[in-house]
């Protein structure tokens, strides 16, 4: 026994699935493979699902568990590290008429017996648990007493890739889960993760042991998101210049989410960002949890928020309407980058992912690696990930083609990054990293000792410091041969040279620089080297075409006219009405594009409510003559 379903032959799955998304979800069509993964895994069949951030991984458990449950397999367990996140995710179904429960932590003891009392009744379709509660003998018995009666259905792992030490985000107790396959050999497994490294991907089949799962692998691009990384002069300034330009609109600021690396970093930027008038909140982990989860819920049920955050926010938030990602610092390498700016425009609309960085990001990566415990071949692992990252940020190039590169894609320039939108002017740069390579071999050969970035410029400008004098490094050959660059160039050229590998930052010795590999090539002439021109100039005029501030717009494009505007004001603030009534995120209940439609459809009837996107059947049923009584008011 497999536990294979027993709607099949030929399409006849399919036809199910097809039909729970129309009824439960309202939604006509299967995005990209979700159709042969639901299928799949309807019929019992293990698999890997990897699919990028917002791609729809939810429904590719949520559908089969309702199917097979329908057929009479009992209940879905979904695995899930989100803890913060279930009361709404299962909010979320129960709106759509599902019945689901979770159990985790935040729950009094008697609120999880009454739980695993449905659970034993098989009230339920779907069940949320954290990883550390399912893997508990007591919680793993309770599962025995219904595979016994065949009524444990199908296992679903979220964010497999914590199961990985190499994903972005490791948590030990993702390994215990091995036990899922030891103790219930027959039940079906799907793990799904965004993340898609081979790295990661192979740990997941390893830990999981799924080495017989079907692999679903997507494309992992997002082409609504527009990818800009510019280099950090005075990073708060600049983003809120950015928000400001290119995020607030007559109606406030879009909602947001600012990535920085450290906690008291968080906190000056929420601060600085609300002194500015905008609203921003802070979030990390050295924020009580209450604390934390108040903002995050005031983050996902308010409109026009800016979240703070370090990388301790964001995994699994399925807000739709998140305008912007901004990284103030680098993340550590292009998973983290891809995942967090992920989060932006999960509804399919425009949405801007935005990062400055600069030399010092890259030395204090390069440290924390360096001090960080692990094993060395560890380590050299971390290094090559960041490096991959760099290049990223150096590249002068289409950013999106690197991205999806890295990750296995073969793509074509996307006219929807900033290199693509104005290609940066270069400038062949050889020479420049010639001097600035042999400089960095002069002194230490002159001193027997390494130096840092600033003492090197300050030699290559030909600047008279104490510590020039003081080393006779004045009196180098490679003194003042540099003159011809800026302090800024210089900086550029040091960070596409340790991109590179030509240059080896020494955090342990004072961050001094070294010559490293790949330096020999440039020295002797036989690589070259080109640096972006400066574009000071050039970066304040670009185009405000690009706006990705949401303007109301129906499903087709066309912008909505001034009585369906204030349909649309009308429908939000019914919908807020009910989101609070049922404590939950306001899209939950609707999303926005769905009161679009319905704004510019103007219903009348419940039969007109037929067709629009994101209104099951349930919803109908329990919205339907309000949204009516609603719309009624505007002709
Ligand atoms: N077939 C579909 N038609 C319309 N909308 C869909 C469809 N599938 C998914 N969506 C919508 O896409 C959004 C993102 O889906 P989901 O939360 O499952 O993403 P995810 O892949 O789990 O992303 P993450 O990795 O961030 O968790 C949801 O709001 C969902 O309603
Ligand atoms: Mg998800
Ligand atoms: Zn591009």
Not at 296 to 324: C, H, N, S, Y
Not at 439 to 457: E, K, P, T
Request: glycine fraction near 8%.
């Amino acid at each position: 026994m497999n536990g294979l379903i027993d709607i099949s032959p030929d399409g006849e799955t399919l036809e199910a699935c097809a039909g729970v998304l129309q009824e439960v979800f309202g939604y006509d069509a299967f995005r990209g493979p979700q159709a042969d993964i639901v299928r799949h895994v309807s019929e019992g069949g293990d698999a890997l699902v990897l699919m990028p951030t917002g791609g729809g991984k939810s429904l590719c458990y949520q559908i089969p568990a309702i199917a097979r449950a329908r057929a009479g397999h009992g209940l879905t367990v979904v695995v899930s590290p989100l803890i913060a996140l279930m009361h709404d995710q299962v909010g979320a179904l129960i709106e759509a008429g599902v019945s689901a429960a979770f159990l985790n932590s935040s729950l009094t003891g008697e609120q999880a017996q009454q739980i695993e009392k449905q659970m034993l009744r098989g009230e339920l379709t779907l069940l949320y648990a954290a990883p550390e509660r399912l893997t508990t003998p007591r919680f793993l018995a309770l599962l025995d007493s219904l595979h016994e009666r065949g009524k444990l259905s199908l296992f679903a792992i979220d964010e497999a890739h914590c199961v990985s030490q190499w994903g972005h985000d490791f948590r030990p107790e993702y390994r215990a889960l091995v036990v899922l396959h030891e103790r219930f050999a027959g039940v079906p497994r799907v793990a799904l993760t965004a993340t898609a490294d081979d790295l990661t991907r192979e740990d997941i089949v390893t830990h999981l042991q799924l080495q017989d799962a079907r692999r679903f692998v997507s494309s992992f691009d997002r082409p609504n998101i527009r990818y800009t990384i510019v280099e950090k002069k005075d990073g708060s300034a600049q983003l809120m210049r950015f928000i400001r330009d290119e995020h607030t609109g007559a109606q406030g600021h879009d909602a947001g989410i600012v990535y920085c690396q450290s906690r008291k970093r968080v906190e000056e930027v929420a601060g600085m960002l609300n002194d500015a008038g905008f609203n921003a909140l802070p979030y990390h982990a050295g924020l009580d949890a209450a604390l934390r989860q108040r903002h995050q819920d005031r983050f996902l049920r308010e409109e026009g928020l800016i979240m703070v955050a370090t990388i301790a926010f964001g995994m699994g938030i399925d807000k739709p309407d998140v305008r912007f990602v901004a990284h103030l610092d680098m993340p550590k390498n292009i998973e983290g980058y891809y995942q967090e700016t992920g989060r932006a425009g999960r509804d399919g609309e425009a949405a801007n992912a935005w990062m400055v960085y600069g030399l010092q990001d890259v030395v204090n990566q390069r440290r924390m690696i360096d001090e960080s415990p692990a094993a060395d071949e560890f380590k050299q692992v971390l290094r090559g990930k960041l490096d991959a990252l760099l290049t990223l940020a150096e590249a002068s190039d289409c950013r999106r083609m690197r991205l999806l590169s890295y990750f296995g894609e073969a793509s074509t320039p996307c006219g929807n990054c900033d290199n693509c939108i104005s290609p940066p002017a270069l400038d062949d740069a050889t020479e420049s990293a010639r001097k600035l390579l042999s400089c960095i071999y002069r002194v230490q050969q002159s001193s027997g000792m390494a130096f840092g970035a600033g003492h090197l410029m300050d030699i290559l400008r030909g600047k008279v410091t104490e510590k020039v004098t003081q080393y006779g490094h004045d009196k180098l050959s490679t003194f003042g041969i540099g003159a011809d660059l800026s302090e800024t160039q210089w900086r550029a050229l040091m960070r596409q040279l340790i991109a590179r590998e030509a240059i080896h930052v020494d955090s342990a010795h004072f961050n001094t620089l070294h010559l490293a590999d790949a330096a020999r090539a440039i020295l002797k002439g036989e690589s070259q080297v080109w640096l972006r021109q400066l574009s000071e100039k050039k970066a304040s005029s670009r185009s405000k075409s690009g706006r990705a501030s949401q303007t109301a717009r129906a499903p087709d494009g066309q912008p909505l006219s001034l009585s369906e505007r204030d349909c649309l004001d009308a429908l939000k603030a019914w919908r807020g009405e009910v989101a609070r009534e049922h404590n939950l995120p306001a899209f939950v209940i609707f999303h926005d594009s769905t009161l679009r439609a319905i704004a510019a459809q103007k219903p009348r009837t419940l039969a007109d409510l037929d067709g629009i996107a994101g209104l099951g059947q349930k919803k109908r049923e329990a919205y339907g003559a309000d949204v009516l009584r609603v719309v009624s008011a505007f002709d």
